[in-house]
Nanobody, 126 residues
Framework: QVQLGESGGGLVQTGGSLRLSCTAS????????MGWFRQAPGKEREFVAA???????????NYADSVRGRFTISRDNAKNSVYLQMNSLKPEDTAVYYC????????????????WGQGTQVTVSL
């Protein structure tokens, strides 16, 4: 059974940093697009960042405009894991963050992903 598990969320002050981790089990995800989405209370789930396999050892990153330059997505295929380093956090980054995996190039589209984690809460205080 395929499972994705997130960790690393928490409470941080404005301007602080957090590093989210997502570990997959049940299969190898080296050729899968791995993405991060988030959902704030009362809002729809939105795309944050994704890494798409470009062949061989090449992966292409894509970011939402709201996080570009502050967040960095990375992956370690040996650990079947993907990470989201979040710097210069703002109160508007407060949300539940979800890890997702899919055989898709439609990286910003939540419905394109096959597997989802249960989410980890990130709260940024003033």
């Amino acid at each position: 059974q395929v499972q994705l598990g997130e960790s690393g969320g928490g409470l941080v002050q404005t301007g602080g940093s957090l590093r989210l981790s997502c570990t997959a089990s049940g299969r190898s995800f080296s050729t899968y697009t791995m993405g991060w989405f988030r959902q704030a209370p009362g809002k729809e789930r939105e795309f944050v960042a994704a890494l798409t396999w470009g062949g061989g050892s090449v992966y292409n990153a894509n970011y939402a405009d709201s996080v570009r330059g502050r967040f960095t997505i990375s992956r370690d295929n040996a650990k079947n894991s993907v990470y989201l380093q979040m710097n210069s956090l703002k109160p508007e980054d407060t949300a539940v963050y979800y890890c997702a995996a899919g055989l898709t190039r439609a990286t910003v589209t939540a419905n394109a992903y096959n597997y989802w984690g249960q989410g980890t809460q990130v709260t940024v205080s003033l």
